[in-house]
């Protein structure tokens, strides 16, 4: 949450279908406005790259881009933070029960490296206990 002095300047809650272009194009609005309140290039993509894999995590993995599924996307933007919320209908998933991707005898494999680019680019990433829902907060950098 921001502070009490800081306020959203801008919120989307949209539902979307199991779309990746629509994500995508959502995704597209989110970094406009993060362009206009002036974030530097590092910022946005670091959010570009996390909210990027969480939509497809939703879209692929927690509604298996079932096209009658759909993805609940809250997002809020201050000048200083970004919030995103994330919530696909799958059955979720134990992130912590991810293998870790850095391991030698992981490197050739690409399961799990999203959820690890989304904790080494946001402030903050949460997944709730079910797995199928995520928050991802980025403090702007100074």
Request: charged fraction near 30%; proline fraction near 6%; include cysteine.
């Amino acid at each position: 949450m921001p502070t009490s002095e800081e306020k959203w300047t801008w919120q989307c809650d949209r539902k979307i279908p199991s779309n990746a272009a629509v994500g995508r194009r959502l995704l597209d609005e989110v970094l406009r406005r993060l362009e206009d309140l002036h974030w530097n290039r590092h910022d946005i993509f670091g959010v570009h790259l996390a909210v990027d894999e969480a939509l497809v995590n939703a879209i692929a993995h927690g509604n298996g881009s079932d096209a009658s599924k759909h993805v609940q996307f809250s997002c809020r933007i201050s000048p200083r933070k970004i919030r995103v919320e994330i919530t696909d209908e799958g059955s979720g998933f134990d992130p912590d029960a991810l293998p870790d991707p850095t391991t030698p005898d992981r490197l050739e494999c690409p399961s799990g490296r999203g959820v690890m680019l989304m904790r080494a680019f946001m402030s903050r990433v949460e997944f709730q206990e079910r797995g199928n829902h995520v928050v991802l907060e980025k403090s702007r950098s100074s």
